[in-house]
């Protein structure tokens, strides 16, 4: 009998679903490491509330003595002598291990066009991970310092703002929880400028926040912002704001050295709930990440639907496409969270909801929705 032909549907479907065993099963959630039966510190090990941790996390949390571990994810207290190894995740692993990989099957979206071929050299594929439970919690943002590849991260922790070297290691901390001078009490977004200051948006005190590298305070613009969410900074240094309840993008021009705002306006307004905002470096060009309201037909507890809009440098807009428009050649809906541009020019989005990031390529030519390699 001739092979049946599997639809790319069902190749797409399957993809997706074997990177969410390896990424929500297949992973201890501290560390972020691949569990691995043949090294004894990655055996995974259940904890007597149900919940699975790496064999190096289990006694990395637990204390000397008591010998006894608070879960990290439910808080309840197990005794260490307690637990025992994860068979069921190791015979799972083996299970796809033994399994021959298929390839990845990208697609293009070109008002539901067909499919074009493998991915290749396209494949977007994790380089590294750094954090974990305890040096960062619940991050909301990032940035890149230059070319030195040294990173910024705004999260939940004591000290708001984290600088990490190339290599993921904690260089220092600044901006302490607060409303206070050089204080940050609620961050979401992070960005760096040409000359090397933190950006920070604080939701919580309705400002954007200026730092030197070592964590100095320059300065806070407080005016005009009701909850400022998302933050990027164009080439010339001048700061790109999204307002998430006043619906606007504002321009923010500052002179770092003397700590001074020289301008502050409104560049685009009546915007959805505008979140996310990055400036591509190559082309001047603008990305904004709009959350609009459900529709009758969607459920309410649902994804809401998201937009994406490109501008030039000088706030007219390029294009345009939402959700639901790149649902229509993929069996998935992407939920738009986050944007940047990679070194090309070419547009990426994360969708936090299934822990993707794709490729869409050049969005003036027609969006090429590309998945992570497998």
Same mark, same amino acid.
């Given at each position: 009998?001739?092979?049946?032909?599997?639809?790319?549907?069902?190749?797409?479907?399957?993809?997706?679903?074997?990177?969410?065993?390896?990424?929500?099963?297949?992973?201890?959630?501290?560390?972020?490491?691949?569990?691995?039966?043949?090294?004894?510190?990655?055996?995974?090990? /259940?904890?007597?509330?149900?919940?699975?941790?790496?064999?190096?996390?289990? *006694?990395?949390?637990?204390?000397? +003595?008591?010998?006894?571990?608070?879960?990290?994810?439910?808080?309840?207290?197990?005794?260490?002598?307690?637990?025992?190894?994860? !068979?069921?995740? =190791?015979?799972?692993?083996?299970?796809?291990?033994?399994?021959?990989?298929?390839?990845?099957?990208?697609?293009? $979206?070109?008002?539901?066009?067909?499919?074009? @071929?493998?991915?290749? #050299?396209?494949?977007?594929?994790?380089? #590294?991970?750094?954090? &974990?439970?305890?040096?960062?919690?619940?991050?909301?943002?990032?940035?890149?310092? @230059?070319?030195?590849? =040294?990173?910024? $991260?705004?999260?939940?922790?004591?000290?708001?703002?984290?600088?990490?070297?190339?290599?993921? *290691?904690?260089?220092? &901390?600044?901006?302490?929880?607060?409303?206070?001078?050089?204080? +940050?009490?609620?961050?979401?977004?992070?960005?760096?400028?040409?000359?090397?200051?933190?950006?920070?948006?604080?939701?919580?005190?309705?400002?954007?926040?200026?730092?030197?590298? *070592?964590?100095?305070? $320059?300065?806070?613009?407080?005016?005009?912002?009701?909850?400022?969410?998302?933050?990027?900074?164009?080439?010339? &240094?001048?700061?790109?704001? =999204?307002?998430?309840?006043?619906?606007?993008?504002? !321009?923010?021009? $500052?002179?770092?050295?003397?700590?001074?705002?020289?301008? /502050?306006?409104?560049?685009?307004?009546?915007? !959805?709930?505008?979140?996310?905002?990055?400036?591509?470096?190559?082309?001047? /060009?603008?990305?904004?990440?709009?959350?609009?309201?459900?529709?009758?037909?969607?459920?309410?507890?649902?994804?809401?639907?998201?937009?994406?809009?490109?501008?030039?440098?000088?706030? /007219?807009?390029?294009? !345009?496409?939402?959700?639901? =428009?790149?649902?229509?050649?993929?069996?998935?809906?992407?939920?738009? #969270?986050? +944007? %940047?541009?990679? *070194? %090309?020019?070419?547009?990426? +989005?994360?969708?936090?909801?299934?822990?993707?990031?794709?490729?869409?390529?050049?969005?003036?030519?027609?969006?090429?929705?590309?998945?992570? &390699?497998?």
């Amino acid at each position: 009998m001739a092979d049946v032909p599997v639809p790319p549907s069902s190749l797409r479907t399957e993809g997706i679903l074997l990177r969410e065993i390896h990424v929500n099963l297949l992973e201890c959630k501290v560390c972020f490491e691949k569990y691995n039966p043949r090294q004894k510190e990655r055996r995974p090990q /259940n904890l007597s509330c149900g919940h699975v941790l790496c064999l190096e996390c289990v *006694r990395a949390l637990s204390h000397p +003595v008591l010998k006894k571990l608070e879960c990290p994810f439910c808080r309840q207290l197990c005794d260490v002598d307690s637990t025992s190894h994860c !068979q069921a995740l =190791t015979d799972l692993q083996d299970l796809l291990l033994s399994r021959s990989p298929r390839s990845p099957v990208p697609h293009r $979206v070109r008002g539901g066009s067909g499919w074009v @071929g493998g991915l290749g #050299s396209g494949a977007l594929r994790l380089r #590294s991970a750094f954090g &974990g439970w305890g040096s960062l919690i619940n991050p909301t943002g990032v940035a890149v310092f @230059g070319s030195s590849g =040294t990173m910024v $991260v705004v999260h939940d922790g004591e000290r708001r703002v984290v600088v990490f070297g190339p290599q993921g *290691r904690r260089l220092h &901390g600044f901006g302490r929880r607060g409303r206070g001078h050089g204080e +940050v009490c609620h961050p979401v977004d992070v960005a760096v400028t040409p000359s090397g200051y933190v950006v920070v948006t604080d939701a919580g005190d309705s400002a954007v926040k200026v730092f030197t590298t *070592r964590g100095s305070f $320059v300065l806070a613009v407080w005016d005009s912002f009701q909850t400022p969410w998302g933050v990027d900074v164009d080439s010339c &240094g001048h700061i790109l704001v =999204t307002d998430i309840q006043a619906g606007t993008l504002s !321009q923010v021009v $500052v002179d770092f050295a003397r700590g001074v705002t020289l301008m /502050n306006r409104a560049v685009i307004t009546d915007l !959805q709930r505008p979140k996310a905002v990055a400036c591509c470096r190559v082309t001047g /060009n603008i990305a904004l990440v709009e959350t609009l309201g459900l529709t009758t037909t969607q459920p309410p507890n649902g994804p809401r639907p998201t937009r994406l809009t490109i501008f030039n440098k000088d706030f /007219n807009m390029l294009s !345009q496409i939402d959700s639901f =428009t790149l649902s229509l050649g993929a069996s998935v809906w992407p939920c738009m #969270s986050a +944007v %940047a541009f990679d *070194r %090309a020019g070419d547009v990426m +989005v994360i969708d936090s909801q299934r822990g993707l990031i794709w490729s869409l390529g050049k969005l003036q030519n027609g969006p090429v929705l590309t998945p992570p &390699g497998q």
